[in-house]
């Protein structure tokens, strides 16, 4: 149909008249409402952006103490484990305070634990590292 016949058409039913394609012969138009089709389009974008952002695997960080009790330790090993699953990595963190500082072994050997608790399904990303009084290693699953 012509552009006149469109435009008196769109102004009777009291929505616009947008242009699909301008590209084509002959241009292609469509005749909506524009603010219901800017909100639609809005939220599409915004599923799009989620989705996008889901398929992310974020890092996930857990901090642990020296003097962490057997069951605290079970807990966050299994918090940990639940990021794992969830596709995420996660960053593990051995935190020294004070006088702990002259016995990094011990925090060596947590660690040790830690990951042996995780299981064989892990994988380390680099090797641990103290980085200031922290001792930290990535893990992902393989």
């Keep these: 149909m012509s552009s006149k016949e469109a435009l008196k058409l769109a102004g009777e039913q009291g929505v616009d008249l947008v242009e699909i394609a301008a590209n084509a012969n002959p241009p292609v138009v469509k005749v909506i409402d524009w603010g219901k089709f800017q909100y639609q389009q809005a939220k599409e974008e915004a599923k799009n952006r989620k989705k996008a952002r889901e398929k992310q695997s974020e890092l996930k960080t ?8 057997d069951n605290d330790l079970n807990i966050k090993v299994r918090k ?17 305070r004070g006088r702990e500082m002259a016995h990094r072994e011990i925090g060596r050997e947590l660690l040790d634990k830690v990951i042996s608790l995780l299981g064989d399904d892990i994988a380390l990303i680099g090797e641990p590292q103290f980085s200031g009084r922290n001792l930290s290693v990535g893990v992902r699953k393989k």
């Excluded at 857990?62 to 009790?69: D, E």
């Excluded at 940990?80 to 020294?96: E, H, Q, S, T």
């Design 62 to 69: 857990m901090k642990i103490g020296l003097k962490i009790s």
């Design 80 to 96: 940990i484990r639940g990021f794992l699953d969830d596709g995420d990595r996660a960053k593990i963190i051995i935190m020294f």
